[in-house]
């Protein structure tokens, strides 16, 4: 079976020389920008499609008659395709878990931080040649609401508690290995000074920070999505935003990507963004790239 890394870029492709071997499977590499149009031609000689964070829209991937498999780079796959209808035409989606716990925790804190202190608003200003200082919130001592306590929320819940932070967590089934509070999803939105999303998106999860949730939200908490855009409702975020009653958030993730040029969060002050970079790192690349890799190898070995 023939493989295609569909959409290498620049920052994954160091990482892709340092985990490839001379015994892996063959794989080709596409580096070049391609539009959803050419996806038919790009995939039309391959069985298995290795996908960073490119859409594969049904009625295209139908017209795909060798494709068989879709290795994509993450959990989020729900995003960028339908999985079911894929599994309909005999195309299995293959997703990676696990492979950058720590640097989306990470991630996660520092946007918490600059939503905190403005940091982001106020380094607009300076490089506009406004001297304004802001005044922030300090944490210590705040509580922070976790929704999701898998391997990214229990290590966000780690750092939090590292910082002096109060820890609520909730999660669709009971954890007791990780050391948070948990309470009530309704509970906790309306305890917490910061709320921060740590779910797979799926028909369950999809929309679940909704209009009256967002509304329970204690008045001027911070929301900080590192996880998927869809699972909450922009609309309403948008309009508590613009209300002040969120006083700020912080996100990685968008129902469509990359935001569009006119969307209302770049318009608003109190929102800090980021291209979907919490995985980002150059030690969860080679980790990701390397489980891909052997994906493809399990799939193409002999039978």
């Given at each position: 079976?023939?493989?295609l890394?569909?959409?290498?870029?620049?920052q994954?492709?160091?990482?892709w020389?340092?985990?490839?071997?001379a015994?892996?499977?063959?794989?080709?590499?596409n580096?070049q920008?391609?539009e959803?149009g050419?996806?038919?031609?790009?995939l039309?000689?391959?069985d298995?499609?290795?996908?960073?964070?490119?859409?594969?829209?049904?009625?295209?991937?139908c017209t795909?008659?060798?494709?068989?498999?879709?290795?994509f780079?993450?959990?989020?796959?729900?995003s960028y395709?339908?999985?079911a209808e894929?599994?309909?035409?005999?195309?299995s989606v293959?997703?990676?878990k696990?492979?950058?716990?720590?640097?989306?925790?990470?991630?996660?804190?520092?946007l918490?931080f600059a939503?905190a202190r403005?940091?982001a608003?106020?380094d607009?200003?300076?490089r506009a040649?406004?001297?304004?200082?802001?005044?922030?919130?300090?944490?210590?001592g705040k509580?922070i609401?976790?929704v999701g306590l898998?391997?990214?929320g229990a290590e966000?819940?780690?750092?939090?508690?590292?910082?002096g932070?109060?820890v609520?967590?909730?999660?669709r089934t009971p954890?007791?290995?990780v050391?948070a509070a948990?309470v009530?999803?309704?509970?906790l939105?309306?305890?917490?000074?910061v709320v921060?999303i740590?779910l797979?998106l799926?028909?369950?999860?999809?929309?679940?920070i909704?209009r009256?949730?967002?509304?329970r939200?204690?008045?001027g908490?911070?929301?900080?999505?590192?996880?998927?855009?869809?699972?909450v409702d922009?609309?309403?975020?948008?309009?508590?935003?613009s209300?002040?009653?969120i006083r700020?958030?912080?996100?990685?993730?968008?129902?469509?990507e990359?935001l569009a040029?006119?969307h209302p969060?770049?318009?608003?002050?109190n929102?800090?963004?980021s291209?979907h970079a919490?995985?980002?790192t150059?030690?969860a690349?080679?980790t990701?790239?390397r489980?891909?890799i052997?994906i493809v190898?399990?799939l193409t070995?002999?039978a």
């Amino acid at each position: 079976m023939k493989t295609l890394f569909i959409d290498c870029n620049d920052q994954l492709a160091g990482a892709w020389q340092r985990v490839i071997a001379a015994d892996d499977p063959p794989i080709v590499v596409n580096r070049q920008p391609f539009e959803r149009g050419d996806l038919a031609r790009l995939l039309a000689d391959f069985d298995i499609c290795v996908d960073d964070h490119s859409y594969m829209p049904t009625e295209i991937v139908c017209t795909c008659p060798r494709l068989r498999h879709i290795v994509f780079l993450g959990t989020g796959a729900a995003s960028y395709m339908n999985v079911a209808e894929l599994a309909a035409l005999g195309i299995s989606v293959h997703t990676i878990k696990g492979y950058g716990d720590i640097a989306v925790a990470e991630h996660t804190i520092a946007l918490m931080f600059a939503c905190a202190r403005d940091v982001a608003r106020m380094d607009r200003a300076l490089r506009a040649g406004t001297w304004r200082p802001l005044e922030g919130v300090q944490l210590f001592g705040k509580t922070i609401g976790i929704v999701g306590l898998g391997g990214i929320g229990a290590e966000v819940v780690r750092l939090a508690r590292g910082i002096g932070m109060n820890v609520l967590g909730w999660n669709r089934t009971p954890r007791p290995d990780v050391a948070a509070a948990q309470v009530g999803l309704d509970e906790l939105l309306e305890r917490s000074d910061v709320v921060s999303i740590h779910l797979a998106l799926n028909d369950d999860t999809r929309g679940l920070i909704d209009r009256p949730r967002i509304a329970r939200m204690k008045p001027g908490a911070m929301l900080i999505n590192t996880a998927r855009g869809a699972l909450v409702d922009e609309g309403s975020l948008v309009d508590a935003l613009s209300r002040g009653t969120i006083r700020h958030a912080g996100l990685d993730v968008f129902h469509a990507e990359p935001l569009a040029a006119n969307h209302p969060l770049k318009s608003l002050q109190n929102v800090t963004l980021s291209a979907h970079a919490a995985f980002r790192t150059p030690e969860a690349s080679t980790t990701l790239l390397r489980r891909a890799i052997d994906i493809v190898r399990r799939l193409t070995a002999p039978a």
